[in-house]
T-cell receptor, first 114, second 112 residues
């Protein structure tokens, strides 16, 4: 398996535009996590899915953020409209189960909103 | 609420020396897992070591070992014989009730 794949690696967009980040988890992993990393706040859990179902989205900062997982091999994180304070690195991670395995991370998407 | 605290924003160590990174956590669960992840400048998150809360024995992976004090909810990482390649951000994380929560990280610089 190629690991968790995120696209794009880098995204630069203008304030007000819609941004969509994509993630392909490792095949067979039941859990998928979206994190945001900033210098000020470190790694924040935004939302996670179990078997494609959103379980906890309490970390999603605002209604401008939404995430979907239409099938076991694909998830998106959308920001609409984007703002400069959304600039961060967004990570997707997947794991086999809730407790007994490590989470495997993608290489992240560096988002810059100007 | 589940929290993970790393009180050392930055640490430095000379090559071949030993360094210990601190982590405390808070959870109401009895069964959980603790992790240390490394994030080098490449940005990739790499698992360093994992500890199961119900195991008394401290986990060890080559030069990396932990000091797990369950009653104190403490989970420190010891790096022995530090190498230049150990320079990275180190994150402590707690995994229980389905969530993987990270601390704010410790930036470790290894000097020659």
């Amino acid at each position: 398996d190629a690991g968790v794949i995120q696209s794009p690696r880098h995204e630069v967009t203008e304030m007000g535009q819609e941004v969509t980040l994509r993630c392909k988890p490792i095949s067979g992993h039941d859990y998928l996590f979206w994190y945001r990393q900033t210098m000020m706040r470190g790694l924040e859990l935004l939302i996670y899915f179990n078997n494609n179902v959103p379980i906890d989205d309490s970390g999603m900062p605002e209604d401008r953020f939404s995430a979907k997982m239409p099938n076991a091999s694909f998830s998106t994180l959308k920001i609409q409209p984007s703002e400069p304070r959304d600039s961060a690195v967004y990570f997707c991670a997947s794991s086999l189960g809730p407790l007994n395995t490590e989470a495997f991370f993608g290489q992240g998407t560096r988002l810059t909103v100007v | 609420a589940q929290t993970v605290t790393q009180s050392q924003p930055e640490m430095s160590v000379q090559e071949a020396e030993t360094v210990t990174l601190s982590c405390t956590y808070d959870t109401s669960e009895n069964n959980y897992y603790l992790f240390w992840y490394k994030q080098p400048p490449s940005r990739q998150m790499i698992l360093v070591i994992r500890q199961e809360a119900y195991k008394q024995q401290n986990a060890t992976e080559n030069r990396f070992s932990v000091n797990f004090q369950k009653a104190a909810k403490s989970f420190s990482l010891k790096i022995s014989d530090s190498q230049l390649g150990d320079t990275a951000m180190y994150f402590c994380a707690s995994f229980n009730t389905d969530k993987l929560i990270f601390g704010t990280g410790t930036r470790l610089q290894v000097f020659p």
